[in-house]
């Protein structure tokens, strides 16, 4: 029996060593640089702003680094059902889509470039794991890509005339993203 307990103690050690080292791994792998886009009505809503009315031109709902690995969440609270169209998608080198029912079970997945349209059912979420990595960003450049739902195309009921369109913009580094931050408080009175 001691011999036996001798074989076995290694082994255990190493069992444990390695749920030990696996599990920061799988940590990282629960937590990637996720993006939170909601779709309350007709309208994107990002961190970096919101679908305007509908007869505003598009405005930038989220900023990404170039050559960051993000996972972009849209989230449709709507009680229709909404598109994710961007040429984002189909730019990038890799793109991972998936879709969750209201469960948040992964009911499809895309990959590569058949990412062409994305459709949300209400309470439906798409995860849409890519990293941007274009030269010309690289150089200093800005990139925009338009992010849209087309539902209901050429009637009056179309969601993109209704305001369901957004950008995404992409920069080198957090110098060059557009401003953002509100504009500084008036100086006290007295200053001039
Ligand atoms: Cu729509």
């Not at 702003?49 to 709507?78: E, H, M, Y």
Request: glycine share 8%; proline share 10%.
């Amino acid at each position: 029996m001691a011999r036996h307990r001798n074989v076995m103690s290694p082994l255990i050690l190493l069992v444990m060593f390695l749920s030990t080292a696996l599990v920061p791994h799988a940590i990282a792998q629960d937590q990637p640089n996720d993006i939170t886009i909601m779709m309350k009505g007709f309208g994107y809503e990002g961190p970096a702003g919101a679908s305007g009315p509908p007869q505003a031109p598009a405005i930038s709902i989220l900023t990404l680094k170039n050559g960051q690995a993000v996972r972009l969440i849209f989230v449709n609270t709507d009680s229709t059902s909404h598109q994710v169209i961007s040429s984002l998608f189909a730019a990038v080198d890799h793109v991972s889509i998936e879709i969750l029912d209201p469960s948040d079970v992964v009911v499809a997945t895309i990959k590569g470039k058949d990412a062409g349209e994305i459709q949300l059912l209400p309470n439906w979420k798409a995860r849409v794991s890519l990293t941007p990595n274009f030269r010309s960003v690289e150089e200093g450049g800005i990139l925009t890509f338009e992010v849209s739902c087309h539902r209901n195309h050429g009637t009056e009921f179309c969601h993109y005339l209704q305001g369901v369109k957004g950008l995404i913009t992409i920069v080198k580094d957090a110098s060059s993203q557009p401003p953002v931050e509100p504009p500084p408080p008036p100086e006290p009175p007295g200053y001039y």
